[in-house]
């Protein structure tokens, strides 16, 4: 087999691999858009959050460029983004999302924690706590707030991604020490299903593509038969053929 044909089959079975991880990658995405979903949403598991010495607990620089590169929070991605809270005592929730620049002027000299990374399998949160005092006044009391939800109970805040830059909080709605709850989010990915539908299909080209490649590269052409020679008459290994003698009559005196 010549080198160019062992290259082809070898590019062949590179595309083929890449082929079954778009499937996979297809085929997760459906698992997850079928079976993830609450209410229209994909929602991460309920989790406590918790800080029993600062005044708020934040999760800042949530950047969002509607024109730029990440996907992370885009509004072309993401229609929509769910947080849903529940104090487990008496105290009154309060969850708010804002503009990051308002939210770093209302909380710059108060005692918070701000949240770090999250890891769901285990769960576990890092805390960067940030000295200060206590707040001027009780988050429910300011105005700057894109969306935002108080009470007792579960507490639903429903954001319209947008651009810029923002800032989750959760405190006690009357701005006391020790804030705990148990919190989900989740977004709407209408995305998804199309993205699935995507690898799936290009997962089925590029394996395809690669499989008729490899077959390709694969088969040797036949030969041709080649036809046999008839055997010559009288001609023996080595010796050569002897000369026919004419015909003569037996009155005929031979040649001189």
Do not use: C
């Not at 959760?170 to 995507?198: C, Q």
């Not at 050569?240 to 005196?253: C, G, H, K, N, Q």
């Amino acid at each position: 087999m010549s080198a160019g044909r062992v290259i082809l089959i070898v590019l062949g079975v590179i595309g083929v691999l890449f082929g079954l991880a778009l499937l996979a990658g297809g085929g997760f995405l459906l698992w997850t858009d079928g079976t993830q979903h609450q209410d229209g949403y994909l929602t991460t598991p309920t989790e406590r959050f918790a800080t029993a010495t600062t005044y708020a607990l934040t999760r800042t620089r949530l950047e969002i460029d509607a024109e730029g590169p990440s996907l992370l929070l885009n509004d072309n991605w993401f229609g929509k983004v769910r947080i849903r809270g529940e104090s487990p005592g008496a105290k009154m929730l309060f969850i708010g999302i804002g503009p990051e620049a308002a939210v770093a002027r209302y909380l710059g000299s108060v005692a918070h924690a701000s949240v770090q990374d999250i890891d769901f399998d285990p769960f576990r949160v890092k805390y960067l706590p940030i000295a200060g005092g206590a707040p001027q006044a009780p988050p429910t009391e300011q105005h700057f707030w894109a969306v935002s939800a108080s009470g007792v109970g579960t507490q639903t805040v429903t954001w319209k991604v947008r651009e810029g830059d923002w800032s989750v909080v959760l405190m006690n709605a009357d701005g006391s020490r020790g804030v705990v709850a148990d919190i989900d989010v989740g977004a709407k990915l209408s995305f998804l299903l199309w993205v699935a539908i995507g690898l799936l299909l290009g997962g089925v080209l590029v394996v395809g593509g690669s499989a008729a490649l490899i077959v390709l590269a694969a088969r040797t052409r036949q030969r041709p038969l080649a036809q046999p020679v008839p055997p010559t008459v009288g001609s023996g290994s080595g010796s050569t053929p002897a000369p026919e003698l004419p015909d003569r009559s037996p009155e005929e005196p031979p040649p001189s």
